[in-house]
Nanobody, 127 residues
Framework: QVQLVESGGGLVQAGGSLRLSCAAS????????MGWFRQAPGKEREFVAA????????YYADSVKGRFTISRDNAKNTVYLQMNSLKPEDTAVYYC????????????????????WGQGTQVTVSS
């Protein structure tokens, strides 16, 4: 069992930055592929970024490529999402997720690949 707790959300002006963190419980964090998803009001949950168990492989949605960076610290059981050049359309609840199987990050776009989810953290970008 893995528990995920996101933090770092908030209100920021367009063009600003935020860094989200997701702390995981359990001793096997380094075995999981980790991902970030987001869900805006009235929209379906969408993939944002994923990182492989070792951190060697990352993958991003086209909408955030070049602006967002996913990283992980296996010693701290934490995955991060650095968000720069934020836009109003980035406003959403952001969720982190853990997938038990190891693989390339690009194989983890579908939310069904993930086994555990956090409760989410709100990110609001004002124009």
């Amino acid at each position: 069992q893995v528990q995920l707790v996101e933090s770092g959300g908030g209100l920021v002006q367009a063009g600003g930055s935020l860094r989200l963190s997701c702390a995981a419980s359990g001793r096997t964090f380094s075995s999981y592929t980790m991902g970030w998803f987001r869900q805006a009001p009235g929209k379906e949950r969408e993939f944002v970024a994923a990182i492989s168990w070792s951190g060697a492989s990352t993958y991003y949605a086209d909408s955030v490529k070049g602006r967002f960076t996913i990283s992980r610290d296996n010693a701290k059981n934490t995955v991060y999402l650095q968000m720069n050049s934020l836009k109003p359309e980035d406003t959403a609840v952001y969720y982190c997720a853990a997938g038990m199987a190891r693989g390339l990050a690009r194989q983890y776009v579908n939310p069904t690949r993930y086994d555990y989810w956090g409760q989410g953290t709100q990110v609001t970008v004002s124009s």
